[in-house]
């Protein structure tokens, strides 16, 4: 995983809530191991018609660019697939912001490295309706002390304490564990000897 620094960036705004993972990865795309070039298939059957040619969907407009997604709420629901948090990133978003995320989606993308933050859906309403207004304006996240500025407006969120530190460690739980090795030792040492 890598570090996660202040970042700041442009929004995707996506006005859509109850958004399962069947849309953001179908089902059909399952069937491969390798999380290369799997954002190629993010939100596959809203963006492109059968055909293969572009709909209209938010997403292929080229105004609207960025790292960070702005959603509706319960973002994530329905079955549980970690493609979906694969194709999500390799589409090169970083963070997402939604009044709530279904738990299973939640747990994948912090396992991952996709940071999700929880906001009021009064903020997160306010975020959406300027960030469709004004395409070019940008989000600051700091993580550090656990804020959102928008528009020179600063919205706190809490971050589990354990995944905060992975993130700005640029740890997954392997690494975590890795990273105790010695005091692992030391403990065993102590225990044992």
């Known amino acids: 995983m890598e570090k996660f620094k202040t970042l700041i960036s442009r929004c995707l705004p996506l006005d859509i809530d109850n958004i399962d993972t069947d849309q953001i990865i179908p089902a059909r795309f399952l069937k491969i191991s390798s999380r290369l070039n799997i954002g190629k298939n993010f939100f596959r059957d809203w963006r492109y018609y059968k055909n293969g040619k572009p709909t209209n969907f938010i997403l292929n407009n080229p105004k609207y660019t960025g790292e960070i997604l702005i959603t509706g709420k319960n973002f994530g629901c329905g079955s549980s697939r970690e493609h979906a948090v694969w194709a999500i990133m390799d589409y090169g978003i970083k963070v997402i912001i939604s009044n709530y995320f279904a738990d299973i989606f939640k747990q994948n993308a912090l396992n991952n490295g996709l940071l999700l933050i929880e906001l009021k859906q009064d903020i997160v309403n306010y975020i959406l309706k300027n960030i469709l207004k004004a395409p070019n304006s940008n989000l600051k996240i700091n ?51």
């Open 143 to 193: 993580l550090k002390e656990e804020y959102v500025e928008f528009k020179n407006k600063k919205q706190k969120f809490e971050i589990n304490t354990y995944k905060k530190k992975c993130f700005l460690k640029g740890y997954d739980d392997i690494d975590f564990l890795m990273n105790l090795k010695h005091k692992i030792s030391k403990f065993e040492k102590q225990l044992f000897y």
